[in-house]
């Protein structure tokens, strides 16, 4: 079975060290990369809505000469027919060297591995996890801050669905120094699945708290995110819950100077647009370091399968 990425625990330190360099590498001489998969196809099968990891799949292998094949939509595929994952797996794999796999069951992208003959890469799935987020969340921390190292990290808003947090939250775990600050309201704070296998196994110094205010001052990292409305179960919830954290100007002015605020995006309403040309903003940068990401780790796995 080739290499799949489904959780970015399978990925170990050194190799996310190895992409961060081969994504700055393609940075610095894309052209170089021009033709590096010529005539290799990827597959996108997104049964969830999304905008940024899609498209930045496909532009991925687009930038690395390459080839991508998709179904429109989910409700256009044979998964509308009751088709299993598993056989979608193993259809897509006859047609395509790689495939990036989003679903809104948590384990599909596993499932899809396990029965695939290509690499399957988990472009996230259900609340679980999305490792290529992550990919991108640490390049862009590695690019602002130059070290993994002794950063205190915040993560706010929906601990609880928001699968990028999951990731993030096992991917820094394994840095020297590390300290999370966890803000959620009640209802949404970080699975206890999560903080077992990454936070308390590894006994990083973490707190939580309900007042993003009271804790800004110590933060490198701000992480906000947005309330994952399609994963509750109530909407009166969901609506009683969206604005419990909105960034505001006012909101930054007992910051650190070098604070770095990200966001996967989509931002509903969590950060205000006035924050956008402050130069503490990284979500945009996050898009882009992204699509470096996506492409390193595409020529990673087709490497170690044999395709390239
Ligand atoms: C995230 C996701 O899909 O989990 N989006 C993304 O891929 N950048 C975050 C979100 O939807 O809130």
Known sequence: MPKSV????????????????SAEDIIKDPDRYAHACD??????LFFEPSTRTRLSFEAAMYELGGHVISVPDAGSSSAAKGESVADTAKTVSCYADIIAMR??????????????????????????????QTLADLLTIWREK?????????????????????SL????????????VL?????????????????????????????????????????????????FFNEEEYLRLKDSYILTPEKLVSAK?????????P????????????????YFKQVLNGKYMRMALILKLLKEAGTL
């Open 6 to 21: 489904i959780d970015i625990l399978d990925l170990t330190a050194e190799e996310i060290r190895e992409l961060i360099a």
């Open 39 to 44: 005539r290799k196809k990827l597959a996108t």
């Open 103 to 132: 679903h809104p069951k948590e384990g599909a992208a596993l499932v899809a591995s396990l029965n695939a003959a290509v690499p399957v890469i988990n472009a996230g799935d259900g609340g679980h996890c999305h490792p290529t």
């Open 146 to 166: 130059g070290t993994f190292d002794g950063l205190t990290i915040g993560l706010c808003g929906d601990l609880k669905f928001g699968r990028t947090v999951h």
């Open 169 to 180: 939250i096992n991917a820094l775990s394994r840095y020297e120094g590390i300290r999370f």
């Open 183 to 231: 803000i959620s309201p009640e209802e949404l704070k970080v699975p206890g699945y999560v903080k077992r296998e990454s936070i308390k196994k590894r006994m990083i110094p973490y707190t939580q708290t309900t007042d993003l205010m009271s804790v800004m001052p110590e933060l490198d990292i701000l992480y906000m995110t947005r309330v994952q409305r399609e994963r």
């Open 257 to 265: 100077k070098d604070l770095c605020i990200m966001h996967p995006l």
């Open 267 to 282: 931002r509903v309403n969590e950060i205000s647009v006035k924050i956008d040309s402050d130069p503490r903003a990284c």
